[in-house]
Nanobody, 124 residues
Framework: QVQLLESGGGLVQAGGSLRLSCTTS????????KAWFRQVPGKDLEFVAF????????YYADSVKGRFTISRDNARDTVYLQMNSLKSEDTAVYFC?????????????????WGQGTKVTVSS
């Protein structure tokens, strides 16, 4: 059974940084496209960032562009989200997702595999 496991969340002050990681177990998803989404209680999942498996295409939500960076290490089957200049509105549970075919990268329904999430709290 394939599992994605996020880590790296926590409490940080506004303006600070965190790096999230998402590793894979069960079988390799190193050739799968991967993305980060986030969710605030009571709201729907929000797209954050996407990267194709070879890294040739990267997309960000406008709200995080210039502050967040997605990267991946396919040898470790791990995707990262470096979050800088954090704001209180970045507070959410962050999820990684993966699929081998993603026609519309910002749609959560495109992804088959999901992690359980890691909580990020930004204090102002």
């Amino acid at each position: 059974q394939v599992q994605l496991l996020e880590s790296g969340g926590g409490l940080v002050q506004a303006g600070g940084s965190l790096r999230l990681s998402c590793t894979t177990s069960g079988r390799s998803l190193s050739t799968y496209h991967k993305a980060w989404f986030r969710q605030v209680p009571g709201k729907d999942l929000e797209f954050v960032a996407f990267m194709t498996w070879k890294g040739g295409n990267i997309y960000y939500a406008d709200s995080v562009k210039g502050r967040f960076t997605i990267s991946r290490d396919n040898a470790r089957d791990t995707v990262y989200l470096q979050m800088n200049s954090l704001k209180s509105e970045d507070t959410a549970v962050y999820f990684c997702a993966a699929d081998n075919i993603v026609p519309t990268y910002y749609r959560k329904d495109e992804y088959t595999y999901w992690g359980q999430g890691t909580k990020v709290t930004v204090s102002s």
